[in-house]
């Protein structure tokens, strides 16, 4: 799979835009993020990951990582929409040092999430150990 087109990309096509920062949203979805977080740690330290609830614990991390990734974008002045909005704010993470194998991760689990909400698709706990385990590796980076 492809890694997003380079942030300049994004805010050409306005599926990016400029905006005034929004500190009070940033701090509500970052809160949020945190919240989320932490009842999913007590989740999963009550019941584990198993085949049976990997999927609902890919989709909680990738809206936790969603989460923080928007709140910096509001704290810089940004915000998306549309279209490609996804991959817009995934983008955004070379802004901040995110490597292209990261990004490819991040990129990937949009891809696996959305086969999961839309088609069906069964995640596997192995997997989602790894995405658990990819957002506690970057969740301080994201705040």
């Given at each position: 799979?492809?890694?997003?087109?380079?942030?300049?990309?994004?805010l050409?096509?306005?599926?990016?835009?400029?905006?005034?920062?929004?500190?009070?949203?940033a701090?509500?979805l970052?809160?949020?993020?945190?919240?989320?977080?932490?009842?999913?740690?007590?989740?999963?330290?009550i019941?584990?990951?198993?085949?049976?609830?990997?999927?609902?614990?890919?989709?909680?991390?990738?809206?936790?990582?969603?989460?923080?990734?928007?709140?910096?974008?509001?704290?810089?002045?940004y915000?998306?929409?549309?279209n490609?909005?996804?991959?817009?704010?995934?983008?955004?993470?070379?802004?901040?040092?995110?490597?292209?194998?990261?990004?490819?991760?991040?990129?990937?689990?949009?891809?696996?999430?959305?086969s999961?909400?839309?088609?069906?698709?069964?995640?596997?706990?192995?997997?989602?150990?790894?995405?658990?385990?990819?957002?506690?590796?970057?969740?301080?980076?994201?705040?």
């Amino acid at each position: 799979m492809r890694l997003p087109k380079e942030f300049e990309y994004y805010l050409k096509k306005k599926i990016i835009r400029k905006i005034s920062p929004d500190l009070s949203r940033a701090k509500f979805l970052l809160k949020e993020s945190e919240i989320s977080l932490e009842g999913l740690k007590e989740r999963i330290k009550i019941i584990g990951i198993n085949n049976k609830n990997s999927n609902s614990i890919i989709r909680d991390c990738y809206n936790i990582i969603m989460e923080k990734i928007r709140a910096r974008l509001l704290l810089k002045g940004y915000s998306s929409s549309g279209n490609y909005s996804h991959e817009a704010e995934l983008s955004y993470l070379r802004e901040i040092s995110f490597s292209d194998n990261e990004i490819s991760f991040l990129n990937n689990l949009r891809y696996f999430r959305n086969s999961s909400i839309y088609y069906g698709k069964l995640l596997d706990k192995e997997y989602a150990k790894r995405v658990f385990d990819f957002l506690i590796k970057i969740k301080k980076r994201l705040k």
